[in-house]
Antibody
Framework: QVQLVQSGAEVKKPGSSVKVSCKAA????????LGWVRQAPGQGLEWVGR????????KYAEKFQGRVTITADKSTGTAYMELTSLRSQDTAVYYC???????????WGQGILVTVSS | ETLLTQSPATLSLSPGERATLSCRAS??????LAWYQQKPGQAPRLLIY???NRATGIPARFSGSGSGTDFTLTISSLEPEDFAVYYC?????????FGPGTKVDIK
């Protein structure tokens, strides 16, 4: 069973950047990918992107291309998601989640609330 | 992008009743559909994958069916802990997309 522990809540100004983390308990990633999904207050789920740590391959939703970067540190089992040029619409809970062998998101972190406000 | 629509938006039922939730895709997704349950303040939990396979630890009262563009999640007899929001998600077409959710609340 994979346990994912995410960093704490963030409050940012419009136009700034945020970098949040997601650590796999035990310090090692599974063989598969890790994804990021966000949820605006009272809204549904939106896929942001994914990384396959062992090969360093990333894919991003077109909506976030150019503003998001997902990285992973295999030595510590920690993944990061950086979002730049923040606007109020980016206020959301950001979840990391691991992909299982079937390509679905089976284990999720607890979520990080990112608030963008002047 | 494959759009997923879910109906109804809200389903008001009593414990013990049967719940039937629908998810429709804008194009064929074969059987590459999952269902997630989310309770307030919690992360989503994977219930069903590849249309009809229950994830580890998911009770047998949850079942899924469908193929192509039309899918159904059935909860055979609602338990108090089943009142939540349910999302469908497809992985057949890039990018991965979610439906807007169906809220199952207590009547």
């Amino acid at each position: 069973q994979v346990q994912l522990v995410q960093s704490g809540a963030e409050v940012k100004k419009p136009g700034s950047s945020v970098k949040v983390s997601c650590k796999a308990a035990g310090g090692t990633f599974s063989t598969y990918s890790l994804g990021w999904v966000r949820q605006a207050p009272g809204q549904g789920l939106e896929w942001v992107g994914r990384i396959t740590p062992f090969v360093g391959l990333t894919k991003y939703a077109e909506k976030f291309q150019g503003r998001v970067t997902i990285t992973a540190d295999k030595s510590t089992g920690t993944a990061y998601m950086e979002l730049t040029s923040l606007r109020s619409q980016d206020t959301a809970v950001y979840y990391c989640a691991s992909y299982d062998s079937n390509g679905y998101l089976d284990y999720w972190g607890q979520g990080i609330l990112v608030t963008v406000s002047s | 992008e494959t759009l997923l629509t879910q109906s109804p938006a809200t389903l008001s039922l009593s414990p013990g009743e049967r719940a039937t939730l629908s998810c429709r895709a804008s194009q064929s997704i074969n059987t590459y559909l999952a269902w997630y349950q989310q309770k307030p303040g919690q992360a989503p939990r994977l219930l069903i994958y590849d249309t009809s396979n229950r994830a580890t630890g998911i009770p047998a009262r949850f079942s899924g069916s469908g193929s192509g563009t039309d899918f159904t999640l059935t909860i055979s007899s609602l338990e108090p802990e089943d009142f939540a929001v349910y999302y469908c998600q497809q992985r057949n077409n890039w990018p991965l997309t979610f439906g807007p959710g169906t809220k199952v609340d207590i009547k």
